[in-house]
């Protein structure tokens, strides 16, 4: 009987031991989770775009006239970004032939050979997809028609708003789809013709932006 409690101490103490070992082993450390850094908006771009223009004029009198042509240009900007709000500035310029003509006698012709815009842009990001409204300052430069021969070449500005959709290809790559409308409202044509001219113009441009990104998230508005 004594052999067997001297026995059964023996194991018990053995277990304690082993027991307190174990506590005292060092653990390995867990592996934390890699989190790949948010994608923002904010920063300095510039970038490249080509597009389509729908060109509707009206000499008032002879009658109204449409027309279209491509259009090729540049642009510049910047954005800032809160939380899922980004808002910016953005600046371009094309070198275009969208022409619209008038079919009545005499005939009119407008051609469109420049058109640009300083604009304002404000828009909601959805991870790397961008959905924006932009508008501000149009720019044109044209030239005014009469029976095929040059009657004027004039700069005007009016105004232009529009929207669309960018999205991050990479961290500094973006591409986007945007759709503009210009209004250069009314004015009078050239002494030979003494008539006033109303135009607008629709475009469509596809473009791609460089981002300069100034950090890798975006900025949170605490309340």
Known sequence: ???????SAAVAALATGAQA??????????????MAPA???TGFYVGAFAG??????NVIGPGT???N?????GTIGYNYQINQFVLGAEADLAFAAVTGRVTAVPAFSLRTNMLGSVRARAGFAVDRALFYVTGGLGIQNAALAQNGVAVERFTRTGWTLGGGVEYALTQNWTAKIEYNYYNFGTRAAGAAIGLPVRNEIH???LGVNYLFS???SAVVARY
């Open 214 to 216: 100034t950090g890798p």
């Open 39 to 41: 994608f923002s908006w």
């Open 65 to 67: 006239g449409t027309g």
């Open 203 to 205: 475009t469509v441009k």
């Open 52 to 57: 389509y223009g729908w060109n509707n004029f």
């Open 69 to 73: 042509g491509p259009l090729l240009g």
């Open 21 to 34: 070992a174990d506590l005292g082993a060092p653990r390995a450390p867990v592996a934390a989770a890699v």
């Open 1 to 7: 009987m004594k052999k067997f409690l001297l026995a």
